[in-house]
C-alpha cells in the first residue's frame, strides 16, 4: 500500500495539488474535517474531490501534521470522485479515471477510463493528456491511432510533461501520426532528457552519436550516454564502455571501459557479454 501511496502523492505534486507544506487551496485543518464533509454533501465538486482523496490516500490533517488516518476506502473514493466528475471537475476526472484504469474502488473498465482521461484532457490536465496519447498508441480501450496520440502527447509535451515529450519525440523518429522529423525528435527528446528521462537520455545520445537530426557529436553523445547509464540502461553502459575504449568523445581509459561494460554485463546485456568472452 505504501508504494501505491507514493505513486499517488507524486501525482499529486505533478497536478500542483499537493505542495510541499501541504494541500494547495485547501487548509491543512479542513483535510478531512467534518467542514469537508459538509461541503462535500452539500455539492461543492472540489470538496467532493478532496474528500474522494482522503478516502484514497488515507490521511487527513491536524494542524500542520498528517495523522491518524482514516480508513482506507477507495469505493468511497470512487463514489466522491464520480459526483465531482460529473460537476466537470478535471483532477477528480482524472483520478477517477485512474481508478477504472487499475481497478480501484471499480472494475477494470478500460472504455470509462479513456472516457474520463478525455474529459480531464479537454480541460488542460497534462497528466491526462499524456496518458490518454500512449493508450492511443498501444490501442488500450481505444482504436490504435498514431495522429490521434500525437495531438494529445503535444498538448501535455507544451505544458512541460517529461513523459509526453519522451513519447512525441519516438514518434517523430518512427513517424508515427506524423511526418518522419529528426530535428523535432531531438527537440522533445532534449527537454524530456533535461528532466531526468532516461530512455529519452539514452535515445539522445544515440542521435548525437549518429548525427541524426543533429550534427555528430561524440562529446555530447558521451554527456547523454553517461546519465542514462548512471540510471542502470544496459545497453547506454555497454555503448559508454565503447566510447571509453576507442576515445570517441572522451581520453581512452580502460579502467572506465571496463567498469562500464562490467555494470552492463551485471545486468545481462548480451553485447557486453560478447565482448568478454572474445
Same mark, same amino acid.
Given at each position: 500500500?505504501?508504494?501505491?501511496?507514493?505513486?499517488?502523492?507524486?501525482?499529486?505534486?505533478?497536478?500542483?495539488?499537493?505542495?510541499?507544506?501541504g494541500w494547495a487551496g485547501v487548509s491543512k485543518s479542513e483535510v478531512y474535517s467534518a467542514e469537508l464533509?459538509?461541503?462535500?454533501?452539500?455539492?461543492?465538486?472540489?470538496?467532493?474531490?478532496?474528500?474522494?482523496?482522503?478516502?484514497?490516500?488515507?490521511?487527513y490533517a491536524d494542524g500542520d501534521h498528517f495523522l491518524n488516518p482514516v480508513a482506507e476506502d477507495k469505493?468511497?473514493?470512487?463514489?466522491?470522485?464520480?459526483?465531482?466528475?460529473?460537476?466537470?471537475?478535471?483532477?477528480?476526472?482524472?483520478?477517477?479515471?485512474?481508478?477504472?484504469?487499475?481497478?480501484?474502488?471499480?472494475?477494470?473498465?478500460?472504455?470509462?477510463?479513456?472516457?474520463?482521461?478525455?474529459?480531464?484532457?479537454?480541460?488542460?490536465?497534462?497528466?491526462?493528456?499524456?496518458?490518454?496519447?500512449?493508450?492511443?498508441?498501444?490501442?488500450? @480501450?481505444?482504436? /490504435? $491511432?498514431?495522429? *490521434?496520440? =500525437? !495531438? #494529445?502527447? +503535444? %498538448?501535455?509535451?507544451? &505544458?512541460?510533461?517529461?513523459?509526453?515529450?519522451?513519447?512525441?519525440?519516438?514518434?517523430?523518429?518512427?513517424?508515427? @501520426?506524423?511526418? /518522419? $522529423?529528426?530535428? *523535432?525528435? =531531438? !527537440? #522533445?527528446? +532534449? %527537454?524530456?532528457?533535461? &528532466?531526468?528521462?532516461?530512455?529519452?537520455?539514452?535515445?539522445l545520445g544515440a542521435l548525437y552519436y549518429q548525427g541524426e537530426g543533429v550534427t555528430k557529436d561524440f562529446? *555530447?553523445? =558521451? !554527456? #547523454?550516454? +553517461? %546519465?542514462?547509464?548512471? &540510471?542502470?540502461?544496459?545497453?547506454?553502459?555497454?555503448?559508454?564502455?565503447?566510447?571509453?575504449?576507442?576515445?570517441?568523445?572522451?581520453?581512452?581509459?580502460?579502467? *572506465?571501459? =571496463? !567498469? #562500464?561494460? +562490467? %555494470?552492463?554485463?551485471?545486468?545481462?546485456?548480451?553485447?557486453?557479454?560478447?565482448?568478454?568472452?572474445?
Amino acid at each position: 500500500m505504501r508504494g501505491d501511496q507514493n505513486m499517488w502523492m507524486r501525482l499529486l505534486l505533478l497536478a500542483g495539488i499537493l505542495t510541499s507544506s501541504g494541500w494547495a487551496g485547501v487548509s491543512k485543518s479542513e483535510v478531512y474535517s467534518a467542514e469537508l464533509v459538509k461541503k462535500a454533501e452539500a455539492g461543492d465538486a472540489k470538496a467532493q474531490c478532496d474528500l474522494g482523496l482522503c478516502y484514497y490516500t488515507a490521511t487527513y490533517a491536524d494542524g500542520d501534521h498528517f495523522l491518524n488516518p482514516v480508513a482506507e476506502d477507495k469505493i468511497e473514493a470512487v463514489k466522491w470522485w464520480t459526483k465531482s466528475s460529473e460537476q466537470g471537475n478535471g483532477v477528480a476526472q482524472f483520478f477517477l479515471a485512474s481508478c477504472y484504469y487499475k481497478g480501484d474502488g471499480v472494475a477494470v473498465d478500460y472504455k470509462e477510463a479513456v472516457r474520463w482521461f478525455t474529459k480531464s484532457a479537454e480541460q488542460g490536465n497534462a497528466q491526462a493528456q499524456c496518458l490518454l496519447g500512449l493508450y492511443y498508441i498501444n490501442g488500450s @480501450g481505444v482504436t /490504435q $491511432d498514431f495522429r *490521434e496520440a =500525437v !495531438k #494529445w502527447l +503535444t %498538448k501535455a509535451a507544451e &505544458q512541460g510533461d517529461a513523459d509526453a515529450q519522451h513519447n512525441l519525440g519516438l514518434s517523430y523518429i518512427k513517424g508515427n @501520426g506524423v511526418t /518522419q $522529423d529528426y530535428k *523535432e525528435a =531531438v !527537440k #522533445w527528446l +532534449t %527537454k524530456a532528457a533535461e &528532466q531526468g528521462v532516461e530512455g529519452a537520455q539514452s535515445r539522445l545520445g544515440a542521435l548525437y552519436y549518429q548525427g541524426e537530426g543533429v550534427t555528430k557529436d561524440f562529446a *555530447e553523445a =558521451v !554527456k #547523454w550516454f +553517461t %546519465k542514462s547509464a548512471e &540510471q542502470g540502461n544496459a545497453k547506454t553502459q555497454f555503448l559508454l564502455s565503447l566510447c571509453y575504449a576507442k576515445g570517441e568523445g572522451v581520453t581512452i581509459n580502460k579502467e *572506465e571501459s =571496463v !567498469k #562500464w561494460l +562490467t %555494470k552492463s554485463l551485471e545486468r545481462r546485456s548480451e553485447p557486453a557479454k560478447n565482448v568478454l568472452e572474445h
